[in-house]
């Protein structure tokens, strides 16, 4: 991760200054770089110590990055990683168009490995994001929402960049499909996992622990798992002011709704939900000869599930 990080350094620089301060500024905050540690877990996985892994691991934190700073424009987020977003610091402009060098950037890199596949790997993962960002919009403030449709923007707008940093691993290693397929069926499971986690932490966090506001999906009128199982078990009257929320994206009720999500064990399902992932998630890895890079990632989507932050 020491050599991760070297590259990311090296690959931001830019000969336009404002480049420079906003992506150093959201590169420098942190953030756990769970994407590129799957691209390295899985290339030791399977035998690969080439330094193309070090490069890919960079693109996935750089798309990873750029999709953050898009994302806090469109949900006009004022903080992430416990600090001012950079929407909040430079303004919406700059953030995306800093979002789009790094996108931009991360290209140049994955053109320099020179393996049409991985170009076909993250061409298609980047689509499948932006769809999902999609998809959610037309979700908003809708109620109704099946859960069946909800797991697809969590699948597409989340999951696919764990299941591309997985692959990718893989298709380094110059692994089989079926093997590639396997590991990238982990990605996605522990990448579903990570964002159930991440929207039942919107409602049980806290903000400190967090680095983010809690509360943001109800404010935005975000019909996530909490949301939709609470609806299943609440009574009529309770439904109905979760239902209100949704559609009107109002946050004053807040409090009783975190009373009902917590009440009818919401909550709970929904972590219950993400460790029926990760299941999934291990019994993917049973492809893999025993290794160190193998126990991490059990042990990774063990803390996937685990996770306060
Ligand atoms: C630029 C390709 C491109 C697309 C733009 C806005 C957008 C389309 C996509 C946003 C997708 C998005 C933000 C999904 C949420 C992913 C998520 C769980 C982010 C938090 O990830 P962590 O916890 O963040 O790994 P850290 O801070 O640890 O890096």
């Known amino acids: 991760m020491r050599q991760v990080d070297a590259v990311i350094r090296e690959r931001l620089s830019s000969r336009v200054a404002l480049i420079d301060q906003i992506s150093r500024y959201i590169v420098n905050a942190g953030g756990k770089r769970i994407r590129p540690r799957l691209v390295l877990l899985f290339s030791e996985a399977l035998g690969f110590d080439g330094p193309e892994r ?29 600090r001012p977003t950079a929407n909040a610091m430079f303004g919406n402009a700059a953030s995306v168009l800093v979002g789009d060098f790094l996108y931009s950037r991360a290209f140049q890199m994955m053109v320099s490995v020179n393996r049409m596949r991985v170009l076909e790997v993250l061409a298609d993962a980047t689509n499948v994001i932006a769809e999902g960002e999609v998809l959610q919009l037309m979700n908003m403030h809708d109620p109704d929402l099946a859960v069946a449709d909800y797991l697809q923007v969590i699948r597409y707008k989340t999951a696919k960049l764990f299941e591309a940093s997985a692959r990718l691993g893989a298709v380094l290693a110059g692994a089989d499909a079926t093997l590639e397929d396997a590991c990238a069926g982990y990605g996605r ?28 999906d109800l ?28 559609e009107q994206g109002e946050v004053q009720g807040l409090p009783e709704i975190l009373s009902i999500v917590r009440r009818t064990g919401a909550l709970e399902a929904t972590r219950e939900a993400a460790r029926r992932e990760t299941e999934h998630a291990c019994a993917m890895l049973q492809a893999l000869p025993d290794s160190r890079a193998r126990r991490a990632l059990l042990e990774l989507s063990v803390l996937a599930v685990q996770r306060s932050s």
């Not at 806090?72 to 004022?78: A, K, R």
């Not at 499971?189 to 943001?216: C, I, M, P, R, W």
């Open 189 to 216: 499971a522990l990448g579903t996992a990570f964002q159930l986690v991440d929207d039942l932490l919107d409602y049980e966090g806290n903000s400190s622990e967090l680095g983010k506001n809690v509360g943001d």
């Open 54 to 82: 070090f490069e890919l691991a960079a693109v996935v934190e750089f798309i990873h990055t750029a999709t953050l700073l898009h994302d806090d424009v469109v949900d006009e987020s004022d903080m992430r990683r416990g």
């Open 219 to 246: 404010r935005e009128g975000k019909p996530t798992l909490p949301l939709l199982l609470a609806m299943e078990r609440a009574s009529g009257a309770e439904r109905q002011v979760i239902r209100h929320a949704i």
